[in-house]
């Protein structure tokens, strides 16, 4: 079983960086890939980037490129966003999800992701 929880959410202002964690509480880590989303209020749900269950790819959307990295610590079981260059329309509530590593690599539906934490929000003032 996979239990996500989010963290490091909060408020910043435009121009700064934040880390968001997210962290399995289960034992089967390395077996999933993982990805973060945002969801910003009305929208839907948007793909942030993914990184493979090893750790050895990411892949990101270009709008994201150079500001948002997503690293994992298998140890630790635990995936990493850090943004930087926080924009007002970078407010959202973040999730990260975990699809299993058999399937394809990477995807952008949301449908292909087993298990998802509950979100954080992250809110950029200008």
């Known amino acids: 079983q996979v239990h996500l929880a989010e963290s490091g959410g909060g408020l910043v202002q435009a121009g700064e960086s934040l880390r968001l964690s997210c962290t399995d509480s289960g034992v089967t880590f390395s077996n999933w890939h993982m990805a973060w989303f945002r969801q910003a209020s009305g929208k839907e749900r948007e793909w942030l980037g993914a990184?493979?269950?090893?750790?050895?790819?990411?892949y990101y959307p270009d709008s994201l490129k150079g500001r948002f990295t997503i690293s994992r610590d298998n140890r630790e079981n635990t995936v990493y966003l850090q943004m930087r260059g926080l924009k007002p329309e970078d407010t959202a509530v973040y999730y990260c999800?975990?699809?299993?590593?058999?399937?394809?690599?990477?995807?952008?539906?949301?449908?292909?992701?087993?298990?998802w934490g509950p979100g954080t929000q992250v809110t950029v003032s200008s």
């Open positions: 990184i493979s269950f090893s750790g050895g790819a990411t």
């Open positions: 999800a975990a699809e299993d590593a058999s399937r394809p690599f990477p995807v952008h539906d949301t449908a292909w992701y087993d298990y």
